[in-house]
Protein backbone atom coordinates (compact mmCIF):
# COMPACT_ATOMS: atom_id res chain seq x y z
CA UNK A 1 0.00 0.00 0.00
CA UNK A 2 1.30 3.11 -1.11
CA UNK A 3 0.76 6.14 1.75
CA UNK A 4 2.47 9.31 2.27
CA UNK A 5 3.55 8.70 5.41
CA UNK A 6 4.79 12.49 6.15
CA UNK A 7 0.77 14.25 5.86
CA UNK A 8 -0.36 10.64 7.52
CA UNK A 9 1.62 11.56 10.69
CA UNK A 10 0.80 15.37 10.61
CA UNK A 11 -2.48 14.74 10.55
CA UNK A 12 -2.49 12.26 13.54
CA UNK A 13 -0.65 15.24 15.43
CA UNK A 14 -3.55 17.41 14.14
CA UNK A 15 -6.15 15.60 15.78
CA UNK A 16 -4.25 14.34 19.48
CA UNK A 17 -3.37 18.68 19.59
CA UNK A 18 -0.63 17.75 21.69
CA UNK A 19 0.25 20.89 24.03
CA UNK A 20 3.34 21.79 21.36
CA UNK A 21 5.25 20.10 18.40
CA UNK A 22 8.81 20.50 18.03
CA UNK A 23 10.78 19.22 14.64
CA UNK A 24 13.79 18.02 13.46
CA UNK A 25 14.95 16.98 10.23
CA UNK A 26 12.68 13.87 9.15
CA UNK A 27 10.91 13.97 12.69
CA UNK A 28 7.75 15.58 14.51
CA UNK A 29 8.25 15.85 18.62
CA UNK A 30 5.10 16.23 20.20
CA UNK A 31 5.36 17.32 23.80
CA UNK A 32 2.42 17.13 26.44
CA UNK A 33 1.58 16.00 29.84
CA UNK A 34 -1.05 12.95 28.84
CA UNK A 35 -1.70 9.43 28.74
CA UNK A 36 -2.24 9.19 24.61
CA UNK A 37 0.92 7.76 23.55
CA UNK A 38 0.70 9.74 20.13
CA UNK A 39 0.51 13.36 21.84
CA UNK A 40 3.68 12.56 23.49
CA UNK A 41 6.16 10.47 21.30
CA UNK A 42 8.48 11.11 18.91
CA UNK A 43 7.87 9.96 15.56
CA UNK A 44 9.81 10.08 11.86
CA UNK A 45 7.91 11.22 8.67
CA UNK A 46 9.49 8.63 6.91
CA UNK A 47 10.49 4.72 6.91
CA UNK A 48 13.93 4.68 5.71
CA UNK A 49 17.62 6.37 5.74
CA UNK A 50 16.97 7.04 9.83
CA UNK A 51 19.32 6.11 11.97
CA UNK A 52 20.36 6.36 15.94
CA UNK A 53 22.00 9.45 15.88
CA UNK A 54 19.01 11.78 16.42
CA UNK A 55 18.00 10.06 19.98
CA UNK A 56 20.22 11.94 22.14
CA UNK A 57 18.79 14.89 20.63
CA UNK A 58 14.79 14.37 20.82
CA UNK A 59 15.92 13.07 24.81
CA UNK A 60 17.26 16.29 25.37
CA UNK A 61 14.51 18.32 23.72
CA UNK A 62 12.06 16.34 26.02
CA UNK A 63 14.33 17.05 28.87
CA UNK A 64 14.08 20.98 28.51
CA UNK A 65 10.22 20.55 28.90
CA UNK A 66 10.73 18.17 32.23
CA UNK A 67 9.74 14.79 29.93
CA UNK A 68 10.58 11.80 29.78
CA UNK A 69 11.14 10.58 25.57
CA UNK A 70 9.18 7.90 24.08
CA UNK A 71 9.31 6.80 20.26
CA UNK A 72 6.43 5.60 17.94
CA UNK A 73 8.28 3.44 15.37
CA UNK A 74 6.73 1.88 12.37
CA UNK A 75 8.25 -1.91 12.16
CA UNK A 76 9.66 -1.66 8.94
CA UNK A 77 13.18 -2.60 7.46
CA UNK A 78 14.20 0.92 6.62
CA UNK A 79 14.40 1.53 10.23
CA UNK A 80 15.97 -1.30 11.65
CA UNK A 81 19.23 1.11 12.16
CA UNK A 82 17.02 2.83 14.78
CA UNK A 83 15.45 0.23 16.19
CA UNK A 84 19.34 -1.08 17.12
CA UNK A 85 19.73 2.51 18.24
CA UNK A 86 16.90 2.43 20.66
CA UNK A 87 17.56 -0.75 21.98
CA UNK A 88 21.33 0.76 23.17
CA UNK A 89 19.90 3.74 24.50
CA UNK A 90 18.11 1.71 26.91
CA UNK A 91 14.39 1.39 25.38
CA UNK A 92 12.28 -1.98 24.61
CA UNK A 93 9.21 -1.80 22.13
CA UNK A 94 5.94 -1.97 23.93
CA UNK A 95 2.00 -1.92 23.11
CA UNK A 96 2.01 -2.78 19.05
CA UNK A 97 -0.27 -0.88 17.20
CA UNK A 98 -1.36 -0.73 13.66
CA UNK A 99 -2.02 1.92 11.24
CA UNK A 100 -4.70 1.00 8.99
CA UNK A 101 -5.51 2.95 5.74
CA UNK A 102 -8.22 3.00 3.04
CA UNK A 103 -11.05 4.78 1.14
CA UNK A 104 -13.88 6.53 3.00
CA UNK A 105 -16.00 4.88 0.01
CA UNK A 106 -16.13 1.45 1.67
CA UNK A 107 -17.53 2.75 4.66
CA UNK A 108 -21.00 1.83 5.52
CA UNK A 109 -23.95 4.04 4.73
CA UNK A 110 -26.48 5.45 7.62
CA UNK A 111 -28.94 3.87 9.33
CA UNK A 112 -32.13 5.76 9.96
CA UNK A 113 -32.63 3.81 13.13
CA UNK A 114 -29.62 4.84 14.96
CA UNK A 115 -29.52 8.73 16.29
CA UNK A 116 -26.17 10.02 16.22
CA UNK A 117 -25.28 14.05 16.81
CA UNK A 118 -22.30 14.81 14.88
CA UNK A 119 -20.66 18.28 15.30
CA UNK A 120 -17.94 20.66 15.04
CA UNK A 121 -17.45 21.26 18.30
CA UNK A 122 -17.31 18.93 21.95
CA UNK A 123 -20.64 18.42 23.47
CA UNK A 124 -21.13 17.28 27.45
CA UNK A 125 -23.12 14.45 25.97
CA UNK A 126 -19.94 12.84 23.65
CA UNK A 127 -17.53 13.54 26.56
CA UNK A 128 -19.56 11.90 29.07
CA UNK A 129 -19.01 8.32 27.13
CA UNK A 130 -14.80 9.06 27.83
CA UNK A 131 -15.69 9.58 31.69
CA UNK A 132 -17.78 6.86 32.07
CA UNK A 133 -16.97 3.71 34.35
CA UNK A 134 -16.36 1.85 31.33
CA UNK A 135 -13.04 3.48 30.81
CA UNK A 136 -10.17 4.17 32.29
CA UNK A 137 -11.33 7.91 34.46
CA UNK A 138 -7.34 9.68 33.77
CA UNK A 139 -6.83 8.19 30.13
CA UNK A 140 -10.76 9.54 29.48
CA UNK A 141 -10.27 12.67 30.37
CA UNK A 142 -7.15 13.30 28.89
CA UNK A 143 -8.29 12.12 25.59
CA UNK A 144 -11.45 14.31 26.35
CA UNK A 145 -8.76 16.78 27.00
CA UNK A 146 -7.26 15.74 23.71
CA UNK A 147 -9.46 15.78 20.88
CA UNK A 148 -11.18 18.69 22.17
CA UNK A 149 -8.43 21.12 21.52
CA UNK A 150 -8.20 20.23 17.71
CA UNK A 151 -8.78 22.50 15.16
CA UNK A 152 -10.32 19.96 12.74
CA UNK A 153 -12.29 17.41 14.26
CA UNK A 154 -16.10 16.72 13.65
CA UNK A 155 -17.55 14.89 16.61
CA UNK A 156 -20.12 12.27 16.82
CA UNK A 157 -22.12 10.93 19.79
CA UNK A 158 -24.56 8.11 19.60
CA UNK A 159 -27.56 8.51 21.78
CA UNK A 160 -29.54 5.33 23.34
CA UNK A 161 -33.67 5.76 23.37
CA UNK A 162 -33.46 7.16 27.16
CA UNK A 163 -31.44 9.94 26.00
CA UNK A 164 -28.31 8.27 27.22
CA UNK A 165 -25.21 8.89 25.58
CA UNK A 166 -23.54 5.28 24.73
CA UNK A 167 -20.68 5.53 21.96
CA UNK A 168 -18.70 8.53 20.80
CA UNK A 169 -16.08 9.42 18.27
CA UNK A 170 -14.28 11.39 15.67
CA UNK A 171 -12.94 12.53 12.40
CA UNK A 172 -10.21 14.48 11.92
CA UNK A 173 -10.21 16.17 8.15
CA UNK A 174 -6.66 17.46 7.76
CA UNK A 175 -3.67 16.90 5.48
CA UNK A 176 -5.83 15.58 3.41
CA UNK A 177 -6.91 12.48 5.28
CA UNK A 178 -10.06 11.70 6.98
CA UNK A 179 -8.90 9.87 10.31
CA UNK A 180 -11.12 7.91 13.00
CA UNK A 181 -9.70 8.96 16.52
CA UNK A 182 -11.11 7.47 20.12
CA UNK A 183 -13.71 5.52 19.14
CA UNK A 184 -16.07 4.32 22.13
CA UNK A 185 -18.96 2.34 23.38
CA UNK A 186 -20.12 2.08 26.53
CA UNK A 187 -19.71 -1.78 28.14
CA UNK A 188 -24.00 -2.31 27.86
CA UNK A 189 -23.64 -1.26 24.30
CA UNK A 190 -21.09 -3.29 23.21
CA UNK A 191 -22.05 -5.57 20.08
CA UNK A 192 -24.85 -3.69 18.64
CA UNK A 193 -23.17 -1.84 15.97
CA UNK A 194 -22.92 1.26 18.19
CA UNK A 195 -19.43 1.53 16.13
CA UNK A 196 -20.56 0.89 12.34
CA UNK A 197 -23.36 4.10 13.25
CA UNK A 198 -20.69 6.54 14.30
CA UNK A 199 -18.16 5.47 11.18
CA UNK A 200 -21.14 5.91 8.80
CA UNK A 201 -22.54 8.97 9.94
CA UNK A 202 -18.76 10.43 10.12
CA UNK A 203 -18.38 8.76 7.01
CA UNK A 204 -21.29 10.93 5.70
CA UNK A 205 -19.22 13.97 6.78
CA UNK A 206 -16.02 12.95 4.28
CA UNK A 207 -17.69 12.55 1.52
CA UNK A 208 -19.56 16.13 2.16
CA UNK A 209 -16.37 17.24 1.98
CA UNK A 210 -14.51 15.17 -0.85
CA UNK A 211 -12.07 13.40 1.24
CA UNK A 212 -11.69 9.63 0.03
CA UNK A 213 -8.17 8.28 2.00
CA UNK A 214 -8.09 7.40 5.41
CA UNK A 215 -6.90 5.91 8.07
CA UNK A 216 -7.20 5.08 11.88
CA UNK A 217 -4.78 3.64 14.75
CA UNK A 218 -5.69 0.39 17.03
CA UNK A 219 -3.84 -2.15 18.75
CA UNK A 220 -3.08 -5.38 17.62
CA UNK A 221 -4.68 -7.13 20.14
CA UNK A 222 -7.96 -5.32 20.11
CA UNK A 223 -9.31 -7.90 17.71
CA UNK A 224 -13.05 -7.13 17.85
CA UNK A 225 -12.21 -3.67 16.62
CA UNK A 226 -9.84 -4.61 14.14
CA UNK A 227 -12.54 -7.17 12.82
CA UNK A 228 -14.83 -4.09 12.33
CA UNK A 229 -12.47 -2.25 10.26
CA UNK A 230 -10.96 -4.93 8.01
CA UNK A 231 -15.01 -5.56 7.04
CA UNK A 232 -14.90 -1.34 6.27
CA UNK A 233 -11.98 -2.03 4.22
CA UNK A 234 -9.06 -0.97 6.36
CA UNK A 235 -5.83 -2.73 5.54
CA UNK A 236 -2.78 -2.81 7.52
CA UNK A 237 -0.44 0.49 6.55
CA UNK A 238 2.50 -0.87 9.04
CA UNK A 239 2.55 -2.07 12.90
CA UNK A 240 4.65 0.11 15.39
CA UNK A 241 5.71 0.31 18.67
CA UNK A 242 5.97 2.35 21.40
CA UNK A 243 9.79 2.32 22.51
CA UNK A 244 9.86 3.28 26.19
CA UNK A 245 12.80 3.07 28.79
Known sequence: MDIDIETLELATLDAVAPDAVGTLPGWLLPFDRTTVGRAISAVPLRHGALDAHPIPDIEARYAERGLKA?????????LA??????????YTPQQPTLTLAGTVRTWPAMAPEWSVQLSTQPSAAWASVYLSGDFDPVDGANRVRALSRSQCLVYACLVDDAGSAIAAGTAAFSQGWASLHGMRTVAQARGKGCASALIAALGQVAKERKVERCFLQVEEGN???ISLYRNLGFQTAWLYHYWRK
Open 70 to 78: QFRIADVAG
Open 81 to 90: GLHQGLLGHG
Open 223 to 225: APA
